[in-house]
């Protein structure tokens, strides 16, 4: 029959969006939603819990406003190659937002034409908002950063020293949220110096009057400030078999440890850093926060008021 082919991939593509599956670029093209839509896209896909962390949030909403029971957030595998396709083509299904995962953060940059001044500033999108003229990109990262380490560490970037680990997207992000915030100073260790003078040559402007300075993770300067904030915005820790991205027994006592990575839960980083006896946490409550802001870019809805939402959702999806 010659309308079999395409009963069976509608049929495909509803058990998939039914149950939260990894969709692809072939779903989209065939995408037929009775709803207002979100999505994440990355590659890999299948590992992210965004979808379990929006959608607790979007049924809590739903319960507070009829309007967001039709809302419903899903993930696509999608490879950079075909980003630009995708992107057209999720603004003419009228996906309500996007969020962006490794390795689009940056290469999104070239195929949206508005972008808030920060992520500008970042070079990299995280959020992209549905307007009628095309999407607007926003960056959340550092928002969830700067949250995250204020909620777990009691910690304020502002007039804060930082000690920023890695030169690569997340490090980025992360540098420009220190600055912009006004800390006290911002030293930045990466082992490509290439990489890391590319990037204190791109942040001198903004850094205006703020200490700035990088160093090899082996060769901490002897002057840097006590009392400052390690932020790891690098992969390191991911396996067990890594090599710390820096020696904390190297560098005058810090005020605490931040590590961007949430799996695992206790990275070599984080475990050197309670041997110590400092004050330290994993960056799940980033992961939280910067959802939770990017879901106010979409409904309006506080991301204060859906973040302990998210928490607990993202902790059920990992078994914690």
Not at 18 to 24: A, I, P, Q
Not at 191 to 219: Q, V, W
């Amino acid at each position: 029959m010659p309308g079999a082919p395409r009963a069976a991939s509608l049929e495909n593509l509803k058990a998939k969006t039914d149950n939260s599956g990894v969709l692809t670029l072939a779903d989209l093209e065939a995408w037929s939603f009775d709803g207002t839509p979100l999505a994440v896209l990355g590659q890999p896909i299948k590992h992210s819990i965004s979808p379990a962390m929006h959608n607790a949030a979007l049924a809590a909403m739903a319960q507070r406003d009829a309007r967001f029971a039709t809302w419903k957030y899903f993930r696509f595998e999608i490879a950079p190659t075909d980003l630009g396709r995708a992107l057209p083509l999720l603004h003419a299904k009228r996906f309500r937002g996007i969020n962006l995962t490794v390795p689009h953060k940056v290469i999104a940059v070239d195929h949206i034409a508005d972008i808030s001044p920060a992520a500008k500033q970042i070079g990299a999108v995280n959020t992209l908002l549905w307007t009628e003229a095309g999407w607007q990109g926003h960056n959340t990262d550092g928002y969830g950063l700067a949250t995250g380490t204020r909620e777990d560490l009691h910690v304020a970037l502002s007039r804060t020293h930082i000690v920023l680990l890695g030169a690569g997207g997340a490090a980025r992000g992360a540098a420009v949220e220190c600055l912009l915030a006004g800390c006290a100073s911002l030293a930045i260790a990466n082992r490509t110096r290439e990489n890391l003078d590319a990037l204190l040559a791109s942040l001198r402007p903004l850094a205006g009057t703020i200490p700035l300075r990088g160093f090899a993770p082996g060769e901490p300067p002897p002057d840097l400030p006590a009392g400052a904030l390690v932020v790891n915005a690098t992969s390191a820790g991911l396996r067990d078999t890594d090599p710390m991205p820096v020696n904390l027994d190297a560098l005058p006592t810090p005020a605490g440890v931040y590590d961007m990575i949430y799996n695992p839960p206790e990275t070599t980083l984080l475990r050197a850093a309670k041997t110590l006896g400092l004050p330290c946490a994993n960056g799940l409550s980033m992961l939280v926060h910067q959802g939770a802001k990017a879901l106010e870019i979409w409904s309006g809805t506080p991301a204060d008021v859906n973040a302990p939402i998210m928490a607990a959702a993202v902790r059920t999806a990992l078994g914690r």
